[in-house]
Antibody, heavy 116, light 110 residues
Framework: QVQLQQWGAGLLKPSETLSLTCAVH????????WSWIRQSPGRGLEWIAD???????DYNPSLKSRVDILVDTSNNQFSLKMRSVTAADTAVYYC??????????WGQGTTVTVSS | QSVLTQPPSASGTPGQRVTISCSGS????????VYWYQQFPGTAPKLLIY???EWPSGVSDRFSGSRSGTSASLAISGLRSEDEADYYC???????????FGGGTKLTVL
């Protein structure tokens, strides 16, 4: 049974870089796209970015300038980096298994708070 | 303001059939598949329906989806108390070049 386990810093100061990692357990990272999605009371659910095992990426245009999504096939992991965070980036961040069946599997979520 | 429009709330009594709508435009629902997710407080969303009307393994057939024009619907038949949750629709938007979501519908079982 495939599971996603995610981790990363939960408290950041404005202008710092958010860094999250998601490990794929019980299955291969190949054959799917992998996503980061966030959820906040003010913005609802928001797709951030996708990546597949060979490094092909797709980004939400509204976040693209500040975001990098990376894959580490040797460790069956993928990660998210978001630069220059502000309070508006405060949200629960989820990793998820994407295409071919969109977001059929989700990580447990990481609460990220940006505060000075 | 979400790109896809859902009613903020819906309700029904046990055994009833309830429908949740998701309204979009020609650049999203009008030309791309719709996906539906169920979310309980404090947990991650769960895929209920993909590609308009298909069920992932393990999802009850009491849930069904449909799409027509620039709108989509999620129907829940034989409503149960455990169906009380938030429901979200999602689709790809060709103009925004992004996946977009509805604002969510909170379903209450009376």
């Amino acid at each position: 049974q495939v599971q996603l386990q995610q981790w990363g810093a939960g408290l950041l100061k404005p202008s710092e870089t958010l860094s999250l990692t998601c490990a794929v357990h019980g299955g291969s990272i190949s054959g799917y796209f992998w996503s980061w999605i966030r959820q906040s009371p003010g913005r609802g659910l928001e797709w951030i970015a996708d990546i597949n095992h060979d490094g092909s990426t797709d980004y939400n245009p509204s976040l693209k300038s500040r975001v990098d999504i990376l894959v580490d096939t040797s460790n069956n992991q993928f990660s998210l980096k978001m630069r220059s965070v502000t309070a508006a980036d405060t949200a629960v961040y989820y990793c998820a298994r994407g295409k071919p069946i969109l977001w059929s599997l989700w990580g447990q979520g990481t609460t990220v708070t940006v505060s000075s | 303001q979400s790109v896809l429009t859902q009613p903020p709330s819906a309700s029904g009594t046990p055994g009833q059939r309830v429908t949740i709508s998701c309204s979009g435009s020609s650049s999203n629902i009008g030309s791309n598949f719709v996906y539906w997710y169920q979310q309980f407080p404090g947990t991650a969303p769960k895929l209920l329906i993909y590609r308009d009307d298909e069920w992932p393994s393990g999802v009850s057939d009491r849930f069904s989806g449909s799409r027509s024009g620039t709108s989509a619907s999620l129907a829940i038949s034989g409503l149960r108390s455990e169906d009380e949750a938030d429901y979200y629709c999602a689709a790809w938007d060709d103009s925004l070049r992004s996946w977009v979501f509805g604002g969510g519908t909170k379903l209450t079982v009376l």
